[in-house]
């Protein structure tokens, strides 16, 4: 029944996102892109902050490798843009693996700071090659409309939602889990940990890789600020921690809920929005520290243990 | 002692040549030798700050040698990782307890098991043995941070069993147990030899229990070792008795 209820919940919503491009245009469709996308940024996130539990402030990298590989290969090289833009995702995944053999040597806060550095090193050599228009920036053919972009970001989201609720029941899931709670434990008991970690990180850097392709195409002319956007990253962030981070419905529910209130409060009090914003966020994140999802699922056990207490003789 | 003489020529399960560590000036471990048969429980015994932690923190990869050897089986293992040492057949616990507190108490465990299971799901069921086993049962689905330091305990053995060791290491098994539960604990050492796994237990205290439970006994004292033998032979080691079993806050 409960079961049922979830599942008939899931396949509304991807009916939904589906049709969405059918019945919306213009500010409804890019709301809805933009609601896609930072769901999507979200769950690239989760795999290795949230499951592997290195809490990364650097994950837009590779969003801005894709989006400014994407740029180049379609405006320079003429590339189709659906293949220009999964070279995008590949390259940031590449690369991901050199800079995580560095990085994930770093732990903690350490890691942290080291992948905002990191970020900002990646956006400084990026924009110093000058096929990149260095910070001028790099226009597109502007032959795209809206549609294509959000179904290749709706469908990246799918596959990352679709990998996150694989990897939460399967044994590698598990082992990045025991190496997110105690590194030095789980490698006595058999993990990895080096290639465990090396792996969560390519995928994390794979989903931002492949969607960044898709958002030079969506802005048409891309520069420093909007492929390495520190807001992008930062949002992406606290949608999957007032989801429930390390869960698979987690960034999903965070992503819906903030980015509906934040366009709902813009709308209403343009002014002042952020401020009110900011205060929310605050005092969800004081109420459920652990997120939405596991302060439902707390909710749901005790009140099926409580009915299992009653239904006794 | 004919079982020891028999043994004796055949080569050792594990063997620690010459280890020496120091942490900047502080000399740990110093030309630490020991070896353990594929049938005994040996029992490495000092006081604190002795270097038995560090020595199973050597064998088990966690830290490097500066000098020396360990070898497992007949192969070198100083320097392998950890993951890989573990899956050669050395398992450990941690004298502190650390559970993987989020997980539940079978997901602790399978993640030792999954060395051996091909799937997931045939690792949780090996888990749920090894749970039942150290009669963690009936907690089974509750997160690890819900036990108590007892039930912790073994659960940090059922995680080490998980992975099938021919040799487990035991730190600081005894330590915060009443003396009823140091009683079970001692059972369970002793019926390790059945299962065909070899022991080093590192006690602090509790001499009752050490002779009990080993068949051998190596005894460090800061950093060196200082006597070898079996329990009638340590009790009556006078090196021994001044360094460790003559200190009066030393013995239970």
Known sequence: ?313 | MSASTRTRQAAPLLAVEDVSLAFGGVQALSNVSLEVRADEILALVGPNGAGKTTLFNVISGVLRPDAGDVRFEGRSIAGWAPHRIAKAGIARTYQIVRPFARLSVVDNVAVGALVHAPTIARARRDARDVVTFVGLGALADRPASTLTLTQRKRLEVARALALRPKLLLLDEVMAGLTPTEMDGMAEFVLGLRERGIAAVAGVEHVMRLVMRISHRIVVLDAGRRIAEGDPAAIRANPAVVEAYLGAPSAAP
């Open chain 1, 1 to 313: 029944m409960k079961r049922a209820l979830g599942v008939a919940t899931i396949v509304a919503t991807a009916l939904l996102a589906i049709a969405a491009p059918l019945r919306l245009d213009g500010y409804w469709l890019n709301l809805a892109y933009v609601t896609v996308l930072s769901v999507a940024l979200a769950y690239g996130w989760n795999i290795i902050s949230g499951y592997a539990g290195y809490f990364s402030f650097g994950q837009i990298a590779f969003f801005g490798i894709g989006a400014y590989a994407t740029a180049l290969l379609v405006a320079d090289e003429r590339w189709p843009w659906i293949i220009a833009a999964l070279a995008g995702g590949l390259l940031a995944c590449a690369l991901s693996i050199p800079l995580g053999y560095v990085m994930l040597r770093l732990r903690g806060p350490f890691f942290a700071m080291g992948m905002f550095g990191m970020a900002q090193m990646v956006r400084v050599l990026v924009t110093s090659i000058p096929a990149t228009g260095a910070g001028a920036g790099l226009f597109l053919p502007p032959s795209f409309g809206l549609v294509p972009v959000y179904y290749w970001t709706l469908a990246i989201a799918a596959g990352a939602i679709g990998v996150t609720a694989w990897l939460d029941r399967s044994a590698f899931g598990l082992r990045l889990q025991a190496l997110r709670e105690d590194e030095h434990v789980a490698a006595t008991l058999g993990v990895d940990a080096t290639r465990a970690k090396m792996t969560a990180f390519a995928l994390s850097a794979l989903i931002p890789g492949l969607l960044g392709g898709g958002y030079a195409l969506f802005l048409t002319y891309i520069e420093p600020d909007a492929a390495f956007s520190a807001r992008l990253d930062l949002q992406s962030i606290v949608m999957a921690i007032l989801g429930g981070v390390g869960t698979v419905w987690g960034p999903l529910v965070g992503a819906l809920v903030m980015t509906q209130i934040s366009e709902a409060l813009w709308a209403t009090f343009p002014q002042v929005y952020l401020m009110i914003f900011g205060g929310m966020l605050v005092a969800l994140l004081i109420a459920l520290p652990r997120g939405i999802v596991p302060a439902i699922a707390e909710r749901v056990r005790r009140r099926a243990a409580v009915g299992a207490v009653e239904a006794a003789p």
